[in-house]
C-alpha cells in the first residue's frame, strides 16, 4: 500500500511537472521575437538596375534553380514576402511594401535587398524590416561624407585644374561644402523617420514587441574608383588609403548616431569585372587600380575595433565569367558589324539583317539565349544580371548571419 502511493504520487508528479514544462515551452514558442531590422546603403548597384527579365536566365544553370524558386511562384509570377518589409528611399522618393521584385533601380528592376530579405528570412524566421537608401553616382568622398571625417578640403592638384579653367574657386567652394555629406543626413533621417513610426511600413508591427537594429550593409564605390583627382596616386599600392579611413569613420558615424556601438556591418567590396587576375588584355590597364581600390574596402573590416563585427564580401566572386565573355564578344562583334554597314552604307532592315545574321553566325543558340535573357545593363552594373546581383544578396546576408547568430 506504502508503495503505491508512492508510485502515485511519482506519478502525479510527473503529470504536473510535464504540465508546467510544457506550458513553459508554449509560452516561449508564442513569445513574439523583436523585428529585425537591416539597414542597405550605397548608391547605383545598391539600388539594382537587374531587369526582372533576367530572372529567367537563372533557369538555366542548375545551380541557380533554387533561388529562382524563392524568387518566383511555380507560375512565374513574382512572390511576396509580407512577413519581409522594405522602406527604401531614392531619388524617385520613398518606396514601402512587402518585399518583392521592383525594389531595384525603378520598379522593373532587383538589387541585392531581394536575395538578402529572403535569405535572412528562411534562416531568421523572424519578421524584417529592410530600411534601403541608395543614390546613383553618389561618392563616399563628398556625397556619403561622415560627420567625424571632417569638411571635404579641396587639394592642390585641384585647385591648379580649377585655376587653370579660370573657375570660380570660391563658388566651387562653397558648394563643395553644401555637397558634403549631404546622402549621410539623407540615410541617417531617412532610418530614423522609420524607426520612430515603424508601423507606417510595417502594418503588422507590434510596439510590445519592439525592433532589433541587426545589421548594416554598404555597398557602393565606383565614383571613388574613377575619382582621379580625389585619389591622384590610385594606381600605387596604398592610393586609396583615404577611401579605407573614411569608411571606418562612416561606420563609427552610423553606430554613433543610431546609438548601437556594436552593429554589425558588410561592406560590399566592388567586384565588377570580377576577379582582376582574371582580367583579359582590354582590362590590363585597370587591374592594379582595380585592385588597389578592392584592398582598400576590405582593409576597412580589419581595425581591431572591428574584429567579429565588420567583414567584407568580394562581390568579384559573383561574377558571372561565362556571361562577362559572352558579353565581351558580342561587343566586338558589333563594332565589325558598324564598320561593315559603314563601308557599304547600309541602314535600316539591310543594316539589321546583317547584325542577326552575323550573330548567329557568331554564337551557339544557347548562347544568345543567355545574352537575350542575362544581360540587361553594363559592366559598371554588374551586368544588370540577376544572377548576379541575387548571389551578392545572398553572400550579403549568409555573411551577416555570421555575425548576427
Known sequence: MILRSISLLRSRTV??????FAVIGFGQAAEKKPLKVFVLVG?????????????????MDAK???MLKSIQNDDGSARVFED???????????????????FGGDETKIGPELTFGITMREKLAEPILIIK??????????DFRPPSAGPYVLNETQLEKFQKQGKDLAKLKAEKQKATGHYYRLTLQHVKTVLADISKVYPDYDADQGYQLSGLVWFQGWNDLVANDVYPNRSKAGGYDEYTDLLQHLIRDFRKDLAAPKLPVVIGVLGVGGPTEKYGPEQKRHQAMHQHFRDAMAAAAKGAEFKGNVTAVLTENYWDMELDALSKRDAKLGREVKKIQKEKKLNGKEAKALKQTMREKEFTARELESLKKGISNGGYHYLGSAKILGGIGQGFAEAMLEMVE
Open 84 to 102: 519581409v518589409r522594405m522602406a527604401y528611399l531614392s531619388s524617385k522618393g520613398l518606396k514601402t511594401g512587402p518585399l518583392t521584385t521592383g
Open 15 to 20: 503529470v504536473a511537472l510535464f504540465g508546467f
Open 43 to 59: 548608391q547605383s548597384n545598391m539600388q539594382g538596375h537587374a531587369r526582372v527579365t533576367t530572372l529567367e536566365h537563372l533557369a
Open 64 to 66: 541557380s534553380v533554387p
Open 133 to 142: 537608401a541608395a543614390w546613383g553616382g553618389k561618392s563616399l568622398n563628398t
